[in-house]
């Protein structure tokens, strides 16, 4: 059956079998987007980040220790 005009516009509404074959594909995508890959857990990338940050403030205050130091 076909429910779609020249134009590929749906003719019959809601109703059409396309439509809802459209609609179920992309809620089937939504619930299983997992399967693209896992998706980390954002409290783990919030630590990696903090801990990045210490890091580089470590490191940039350990610079400044040196230069402070070697200036006196």
Same mark, same amino acid.
């Given at each position: 059956?076909?429910? @779609?005009? %020249?134009?590929?516009? @749906?003719?019959? =509404? +809601?109703? @059409?079998?396309? +439509?809802?074959? +459209? *609609?179920? $594909? !992309?809620?089937? !995508?939504? /619930?299983?987007? #997992?399967?693209? #890959?896992?998706? =980390?857990?954002? &409290? $783990? %990338?919030? *630590? !990696?980040?903090?801990? #990045? &940050?210490? *890091?580089? /403030?470590?490191?940039? =205050?350990? !610079? =400044? &220790?040196?230069?402070? *130091?070697? #200036?006196?």
């Amino acid at each position: 059956m076909n429910c @779609c005009n %020249d134009f590929n516009n @749906c003719t019959q =509404g +809601r109703d @059409c079998p396309i +439509r809802k074959q +459209r *609609a179920q $594909e !992309a809620n089937d !995508a939504y /619930i299983n987007r #997992g399967s693209w #890959g896992n998706v =980390g857990d954002p &409290l $783990e %990338d919030v *630590a !990696a980040t903090i801990k #990045g &940050l210490v *890091a580089w /403030i470590a490191v940039v =205050g350990i !610079a =400044g &220790l040196i230069f402070w *130091a070697w #200036g006196k």
